[in-house]
């Protein structure tokens, strides 16, 4: 399938390579800030976990919640991949880069009753439900439109991810998935089972991000396995678990995802067991493939630190603010060997607004670019225009050429949807 192409794109210059001093032509083209992504990258990463996975029966879909550029999504449907989706607006998205709804798998708590009747016409592959009021929806919007379509269930196997708070989803705590000790998980799926315009599909999991560590994976595959089992043995079909996405990279170093040791642990799990396996990887395709350039506006001496004041904001990458994220920074200009602790922080009027606190960072000035790395995910996506600030824009790079992939809007493009009743 062709990719789409922009008119503006350019060459990179150094042949292709994405280092600082491509990154700076790009600065200076597209101005600041500005996100940058490594597509060949994406690529290998995505290959690399088709390839983990190989020797079972798989179909990975790409958590379209990490980076949703309709782009980059075109370019992982070049690989072969499906979409996981959580909203009516990331379905449309997959449908624009062409990707198939039967490799389409639609999460999320809150699907609203629009959302699932679009999923429903067009025929998305598998629609994973997480409480009974929701089975309850979609039994009646499937009868009352006479449509059908495939269910799976996301149960919730509580089990601690040890990551952070605000993204762990395996624990009974969450609002994530059904239960396995009360029984309804069971009587949901006997309900599925039996209604007319409901396929069951089978079950799914998804116990959070950005894990470090196989051992709570292999726990919670461990329970799902067993649940799935038990769901067999009284006579139930379930053809598919979906083990869902949350694989850690590493944000200290640049070092791409290797998914050898846990496409071994999947393997010992499930070899024999007969189950079509569904994988929704995010932050582990694109993570590591994504620079935030930004540049120095003012260098400010507090009375105990440095402030090193940015065009990029927490309204360009929350990450830091958010979650206490910790992303590398470096300077790509050449300032010597001294340096001293800085907080990098945005023009907006909060102090979370930082990118990074007390960083050893060289003696850098006004004008200087700097370099925010492994932004590919859960970045550009959660930008926002607080302080009537526009996006950042983003320019994707593959096979040595940029392409700009979204524009940056003027504050003119902000403003005009608003009405001023008052005039
Ligand atoms: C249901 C589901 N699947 C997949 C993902 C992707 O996770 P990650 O980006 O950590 O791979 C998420 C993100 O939290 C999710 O909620």
Do not use: W
């Amino acid at each position: 399938m062709a990719l789409s192409h922009t008119d503006t794109s350019e060459i990179i210059p150094g042949h292709g390579i994405l280092d600082g001093e491509a990154l700076m032509n790009l600065a200076e083209r597209y101005s600041t800030p500005l996100y940058v992504y490594d597509g060949d990258q994406i690529l290998k990463n995505f290959r690399a976990f088709q390839k983990a996975v190989s020797n079972l029966d798989s179909k990975v879909h790409f958590a379209v919640k990490a980076n949703s550029s309709i782009a980059i999504l075109s370019l992982l449907h070049t690989a072969g991949a499906g979409a996981d989706i959580v909203s009516g607006g990331e379905l449309q998205r997959a449908l624009t880069a062409h990707i198939n709804p039967k490799d389409i798998i639609f999460s999320g708590v809150g699907k609203t009753d629009d959302e699932l009747l679009l999923a429903m016409h067009l025929g998305v592959g598998q629609i994973n439900i997480e409480s009974g009021a929701e089975l309850g929806r979609i039994a009646a919007l499937a009868a009352s439109n006479n449509l059908k379509c495939s269910i799976a269930l996301r149960v919730n196997v509580d089990v601690d991810p040890g990551s952070h708070e605000k993204i762990s989803t395996g624990q009974n705590s969450t609002k994530f998935g059904l239960a396995l000790t009360d029984g309804q998980a069971e009587s949901y799926y006997e309900q599925i089972t039996a209604h007319p315009n409901l396929t069951p599909s089978g079950l799914a999991v998804h116990i959070g991000s950005q894990l470090r560590n196989l051992a709570p994976f292999e726990t919670a595959y461990n329970e799902l396995l067993g649940f799935a089992g038990h769901l067999r043995s009284n006579g139930f079909d379930v053809p598919c678990l979906d083990l869902g996405g949350g694989f850690g990279i590493d944000y200290e170093e640049i070092m791409h995802p290797d998914f050898t040791e846990y496409g071994k642990m999947v393997e010992r799990i499930f070899k024999n067991t007969e189950y079509k396996l569904g994988f929704e990887p995010g932050r582990s395709i694109v993570g590591n493939c994504g620079n935030l350039i930004t540049k120095v506006i003012y260098v400010k001496q507090g009375i105990d630190k440095r402030f090193i004041i940015i065009d990029a904001a927490m309204n360009d990458l929350i990450r830091p603010t958010l979650y206490e994220a910790f992303h590398r920074i470096d300077s790509l200009a050449e300032r010597g060997k001294d340096t001293s602790k800085a907080d990098i922080v945005g023009p907006i009027c909060e102090t979370g607004d930082y990118l990074a606190r007390n960083r050893q960072m060289p003696m850098v000035e006004a004008g200087d670019y700097l370099a925010v790395r492994s932004v590919g995910a859960y970045g550009a996506v959660m930008m926002s225009n607080y302080n009537t600030r526009p996006e950042a824009s983003e320019v994707l790079s593959y096979h040595g050429i940029a392409h700009l992939i979204r524009p940056r809007r003027t504050v003119e493009d902000l403003i005009k949807m608003e009405i001023n009743p008052f005039l």
